[in-house]
Structures are given as structure tokens and as C-alpha cells.
């Protein structure tokens, strides 16, 4: 209620400004009246109670002393009580982490509860959740954490780009999880980049090649949905497949570095290896060459096999050097290193941490410092492009064909349906023995 | 001290002299796979665990020097492997394991064993997979692969006690490093921050230790079963201790050995201990932190011991859990 409160507040400071300045001025000094979040308590609400949500909720708890986690919403109930002992845990009785269990809030519209009740959100569901749930907080007025990527498909894109919009003209905090940006090695070679030290970037090789994540097998007495819900990384509604969920990472970064969006992409991919009945309907590789207006080619690859090179980094070729994020060095075009980032990411006994922080808490310290000093954070627009630029490569791997930018924004694909509950039917059915549909490049249409 | 040096050495003599032929090195093959694991003999043997205040840049925690008996054993040639460790993390060969397995040391049932869950980072931080260490694992992960391989061979494998590793470390030397101390030799033997270039090298590259081990100094520090217990060793002065083991009661700190590519030269001596902290999960970005991975500790891996006499089933768990 009292968030409320502060919004009718708010909407009634923004109205009385415009009509009677005179008068708000003689009475309030116009500096306190401008930012209600200077000093208050914030209350948080987490939306999305699995592993990383758990950890975003210590990080936002952590980088701001006078917060208040006020309540929970997942899917699940199970989810809810095993982070809340997680985050428990994790302060030790160092801070008091308790939630009315009236404020913890299961099923698909749960979410709503739990940002009513809060100042600032967490957004850490599966992914194509991700669009309803931004939508909902800043209608609300929240300030918002959320993770990537921020849709699984181009309806859900359009949507998230819409409120970014309306999120910046009410002047709410939005910090997107690709916390690349946020982490001093990229940070200080995205600022040679800028100084001109690599010249235009022309090329570029960016990788996530890993051996995959996580299955949660299929249990006795679960529902399809439930199934599909718990094991949601292999379901395209919910996940987007690893060139989205995972790959975004480093795709984002060539789009940071080279300074724009693809206006196209061609690729292959396929499903080799991990092809079991627990895999759902996602390719375990993708390789996607991404061409720029400038003329640069991205070739992005994301694999998820066991027993393979394994490469999570960026490297790209500039008219005057070249850039290895991995090594955190330039090179000019001899070879010779020009630039050589020296943080250590690391701690260890002989070389300190000088790396600049850890990403994942300094992306809560800049957010929580920002809503105080009533400042501005937006990144939700690159957030989504950056989703869409990953889409769009996922469209042509599926698809076989050429995506241009302009298609996959427009596109009507809609994995995610408007409305779930309980009694819905999952978009994706398996075949009765228990397979779904794989799609198949130079026959799947668009997808 | 050169007088103790002698005394030490010729005990250390007597023992290697009484070598049979069952005492030889082997190689350990896994079935379901090519992989082998190379094994050397380390015979029994006294030697003096810790480092003499006069050694440079000794540590408190590293005196005072005290005796210490070890049961012979065997260890791995090498840090274990991406290869090996990816065997572990997988699990797709335990339906290879035979009906009767190799060795009669163990007999649990290799489905009963925990298994790693996948990092959601790539752990090896693109510094090479094929023949380098696997890094990043909790000390539990180090722990249950020893039970995994053990149940999937029969022959009882696990990490070293901190005493253990010391003396295979040592193999007979009383000095800073196992090739005397003259630190300036050390990039004949060693990887580490003045020779790495950033990243680890892979296994066996550099010259081994007088028993033939390979990265007892540097390129990855090494698990060791026991507690970090900085003041051990004052309860062990002038008195022998037996296979001496710190048994940890919580997780952190436990104690890692041998220094990595990320240290100091001083830190990869034979005598120099460090603490595992619970920063090596700092940026584990989820809530509980992985059971089994260190985000922040790309300078730890492990190697394996199979102590000559297995111990009994009982006491077998003692090492596993």
C-alpha cells in the first residue's frame, strides 16, 4: 500500500509541477520533492526464485544497506522456500532476511503480487516470461533488475522495446544482466575502442562453446506443463535455445564493440549429440555470421557438447589493431601488444584483485546508487535488440535462410503465449514417444 | 642444518632400498574409456614436514619443521586432466564398469556415488582443455571423483593428506624446492607468474621431482584432504607423528599445495601452505553457490594418491565424504 502511495505521490508532484509551480516551489524545496527514493527504505520483490534470481537478490540486498526483501513469486512453492533458505543462509543471521509467508506468491500470476508490494523488482524468470512481467513492474512504476535474455521471440521484442520507452520517459532504473558491461575488462577496452586505438571493427569471432547446463528429468505424476516449466532450458516458449539464453552474452558484446545492430544474418546449426528424450526441442551448435551496415562480419558460434574445445570469449579485427577480450589485450597490426588490461579477475595470494569488482554485484551497486541519486539507467533497449540480434540468428539456423534485421523485428512469431495458467496447454507437445518437433533447416519455415 | 640434511637423506635411502617389484609405477585405465591415469610408487619413509625459519620467505604456518612417518603409496604422474575430470562430470561411462572390477580394494556401487553438476561458465576460462589440469573444483568434487574412479576400478584412490603431499613434494630434499634452493632454476621446473603468460600449461611440460612427479611445484596448486590448521604443527614438535591428517569439520579453510601459475615464485615451495576461502566462489552468481565449483579458483586442480594398504570399507569413507 504504501508504494501506492508514493506513486499517487509521485503522478501527483509531476501534475501539480506543470500547473502551479509557483506554489510547490514556495512550499518544498523542488530537490526533495524530485526523488522519493533519496533515503527511504526499499522494498524489493523477487519474480523468479531459482539459483540466479537467489544470488541477483543478495547482490541488489547487498549493494544497498537500507532494503528490505518484502516478497517472493515463482511458479513453484518448492522454488520459493529453497531460495529463501539459500538467501538465508548466505547473510548468516548478518542480515535479516524474512518474508511474511502471505508475501510469498506461487503460479503464473503471481508475479503481480510481489511487485505491488515493491519499490524495486528482480526479473530472473525463464526468459519468455520476461516481457509480461517488465511490462507489469513499470505500468507499476518499479525500478527493475532484470535478467537476459529479455524475450524468445520478435512479439515479445516489440513489446519489451515499447516500454523501455515509456520506462525512460517516467525516468525508472532499468539494469539488464549482460553484465559484460558492467565488468572493468571490457569496459576499459570498449574505451580504447572508442579512442579510435583499433580502428573500425571489421571482423570478429564471438563464442560460448561449453558442455551444456543443467536437465531436469521427468517425474511420475507431473503434468506436461510442469514438466516443461522444470526443465525449461530445452523448451523454445520458455528459453529461447543456449544461442539466446547463453550465447546473448557474447553476441551483445560484438554489437557493444562494433557500435550497432546486424542487418543480417545466414547460418547452420543442428542437434548431433545432445538429442535425448530430456532435451526438448533446442540444436546443441549454432554458427551465425552476422553482417553489419559498415561492412563488419560477425561469425558467432555456441556449441553445448561435452568433449570439445571449449571457448567462451570475443575477438575482433579493427582497421588498426585487434582486440582479445579473453586476454584483455590490443595488438596493433604487427602483433605487438598496445594495450594490456592488468586487473586480475582473480584472487590469489600473489596477484590482488585489481579487476575492478565483481560484475554480477557492481551491476546492483550502479542500479541502487542511480534510483538514490535519482539518476537514470536504461539499458532495456539494447537489452532487447541485443535478444532480437540472437533471435534472428536462432531464425536462421532453424530456418536455413538469410534473416534480415527488418524481418525478425517484424516478424509475428510468438513462441510465448499471452496468458498461462495451470490448465493451459504447453505450445510444444511431445509425439507419444515422448519427442517434440526439431526444426529441420531448409523446411522449417522462419521459425 | 646441512648435518640434518644428511640424516634425513640417508633414511629417506634406507627406505627406497627395500623397493620390491609389486612396488612398481602403473598405469590406471578406466573402463569405458582410453584414458589412463599414470601412477608412481612413493615408498615409505621420515622425512621433516614444514620449513626451517631460516629458509627465505618461510611462513609462520610452516613451522616449526617436526618429523613425520609416511606409509608407502602410490601418486599420479601428473595433475589430473580435463580429459579425466570431464569423465567424472559427464557420467556416461558408469554402465562401462564390469561386473568384476580390475581391483579388490572397493566394492561400492558406482551409481551411489554424487556427481558433479554442469558449471553454467566455461571453467577452463579458454586456457586449453586437451592435457591441461582441471581446475575450478570444489575440494568435495576433487573428493568424489577419488570415489567415483575408485568404484569404477576397485582399487582405492583419494586425495593426499597435506603430510603426504609434502613428502612426494620433497622426495627426499630438505631444501625450498625439490631441486635445492636456488629459486632461479625454478622455470626449468616449474609454471608460474614470472613464466605462465597468464594461463596454465598443460601437464608434464616441465621437469619432474626426484620421483619422477611432475608440477609438484606450480601450474596448478593441489588439493590436499586436510583442514588449513595454521598452528598444526606446534602440537607436532619434537615428537614423530604417524600419517599425520587434520580432519576438517567444515568446509572452509582446507589446505592446497604447491603454489600455481598465478603465484610468486616463493609460494610454489615444497614447504608453503595456503587456505582455501570461500572468495573462490565470489562470483558464483547463483544462491547456494555451486557445491561443486570455485568460479574464482582457476589456480586449483588436484592429483590422486592409492595408499599401498587400502584401508578398510569402514575407514574408506572417511576419505570420501
Known sequence: MKSNENLTRRNFVKRTTLATTGILSATLPIDAMANVY???????????????????????????????????????????????AGIQEHFDGVKKIKVNPKHRFSGFDAYKKAIDMADVVILTTPPG??????????????????????????????????V???????????????????????????????????????????????????????????????YQMRNWYYFNWLCGDHILEQHIHNIDVANWFVGGYPTEAQGMGGREVRNGIDHGEIFDHHFVEFSYANGAVISSQCRHQTGCMNKVEE??????????????????????????????????????????????????????????NGEVIADAENGAKSTLTAIMGRMATYSGKVITWDQALNSDLQLMPEMMTWGSTPPTLPDSEGRYKIPVPGKTKFY | MIYKTVIIFAIFLSFNQTIDLNEAPYKQSIPGTSEKIDMVYVPGGSFMMGSP???????????????????????????????????????????????????????IDVDGVSGATAPYTEMSFGM????????????????????????????????????????ACRAGTNSAYSFGDDASLLDEYAWHDGNSNGAYKKVGVKKPNPFGLHDMHGNVSEWTLDKYAPTEYKSRKRKKSINPYVQPTKTYPKSVRGGAWTDSKSRLRSAARRPSSKQWKKRDPQIPKSLWWHTDAPFVGFRIVRPETPPSPEEQKLYWN
Open chain 2, 128 to 167: 586449453g582443455t586437451e592435457g591441461y589440469p582441471a581446475i575450478c573444483m570444489t575440494q568435495l568434487a576433487a573428493v568424489k571423483f577419488c570415489k567415483w574412479l575408485s568404484a569404477m576400478t576397485g582399487n582405492f584412490y583419494r586425495l593426499p593428506t597435506e603430510a603426504e603431499w609434502e613428502y
Open chain 1, 315 to 372: 575477438n575482433f579485427q579493427g582497421t588498426k589493431g585487434t582486440v582479445s577480450t579473453r586476454k584483455g589485450t590490443i595488438k596493433n597490426l604487427d602483433g605487438d601488444v598496445s594495450y594490456n588490461y592488468s586487473g586480475i579477475e582473480n584472487p590469489s595470494s600473489s596477484m590482488k584483485n585489481k579487476g575492478g569488482g565483481n560484475p554480477y554485484q557492481v551491476e546492483h551497486d550502479k542500479l541502487f546508487a542511480s534510483i538514490r
Open chain 1, 38 to 84: 533519496a533515503e527511504k527504505k526499499l522494498k524489493i520483490a523477487l519474480v523468479g526464485c531459482g539459483g540466479r534470481g537467489s544470488g541477483a537478490i543478495v547482490q541488489a540486498l547487498t549493494a544497498d544497506e537500507n532494503t528490505e526483501l518484502v516478497a517472493m513469486a515463482d511458479a513453484f512453492p518448492d522454488r520459493i522456500e529453497k531460495s529463501l
Open chain 2, 53 to 107: 625459519k631460516s629458509e627465505k620467505n618461510h611462513f609462520g604456518d610452516e613451522g616449526p619443521q617436526h618429523e613425520v612417518e609416511i606409509a608407502p603409496f602410490w601418486m599420479g604422474k601428473y595433475e589430473i586432466t580435463w580429459e579425466l575430470y570431464e569423465l567424472f562430470v559427464a557420467r556416461e561411462i558408469d554402465n562401462k564398469k564390469p561386473e568384476k572390477a580390475e581391483g579388490n580394494d572397493v566394492a
Open chain 1, 164 to 226: 523501455a520507452k515509456i520506462a525512460k520517459q517516467k525516468k525508472l532504473n532499468v539494469v539488464v544482466g549482460l553484465q559484460r558491461h558492467y565488468q572493468k575488462k571490457y569496459t576499459d577496452l570498449y574505451a580504447r575502442i572508442q579512442d579510435g586505438q583499433v580502428g573500425k571493427i571489421m571482423s570478429g569471432q564471438v563464442y560460448w562453446n561449453g558442455r551444456g547446463v543443467w536437465v531436469r528429468e521427468r517425474q511420475a505424476g507431473q503434468t506436461e506443463l510442469e
Open chain 1, 129 to 162: 516470461f520476461r516481457p509480461y512481467h517488465f511490462e507489469y513492474a513499470i505500468a507499476n512504476d518499479k525500478h527493475v533488475f532484470m535478467e537476459k535474455p529479455l524475450a524468445t521471440d520478435p512479439v515479445g521484442i516489440r513489446k519489451v522495446l515499447e
